[in-house]
């Protein structure tokens, strides 16, 4: 299956493939049919990938925190394996998606295959393919709400948080 992912090392948004997910206890299997991109959330996340490292230290300060944490806890040497296996990894892109449930997970009992839900949350409701979401982050499409609608479901309820 294909995913977009950024590669955090240089920032360059790249079309992967990844192996197909497998359902695992409260987890379904979605085949996406559209995925939001949310311009200000991806901005930034992109944006933050394309600096360097020194840019990166001084746009996450709490990252930093954990990693001069980490040295007092584990050394430097440790400390340096993790961080630059962090950079080796892509980052997954997207947090709001809608499509059609094609396999559910051990103890699913409130979606069925067939179902047309949508989607959210980071590192689930990709730009991918297939995704696999805890059933707590998905919600049954209403019948007359179109898909390329209801992909934009988490950042509208972002919004409707934020006004509250």
Do not use: W
Not at 78 to 106: N, P
């Amino acid at each position: 299956m294909k995913q977009v992912v950024q590669d955090f090392k240089d920032g360059k948004i790249k079309v992967i493939d990844a192996p197909d997910p497998v359902p695992e206890l409260g987890f379904i299997i979605v085949r996406n049919y559209f995925s939001a991109i949310s311009a200000g959330t991806e901005k930034t996340t992109v944006g933050t990938g394309k600096k360097s490292l020194i840019g990166k230290a001084r746009a996450r300060p709490d990252l930093v925190k954990k990693v001069v944490e980490n040295i007092k806890r584990e050394g430097l040497g440790q400390t340096l394996k993790k961080v630059r296996s962090k950079l080796d990894e892509y980052k997954l892109l997207g947090y709001s998606s809608a499509g059609e449930v094609i396999a559910i997970g051990e103890g699913v009992t409130n979606f069925s295959p067939g179902d047309v839900v949508a989607c959210g949350g980071g590192n689930y409701a990709t730009h991918s393919e297939l995704i696999k979401v805890p059933v707590n982050l998905c919600v049954k499409v209403p019948e007359g709400v179109g898909l390329d609608e209801a992909a934009f479901a988490t950042i509208g309820a972002i919004a409707m948080q934020g006004v509250r």
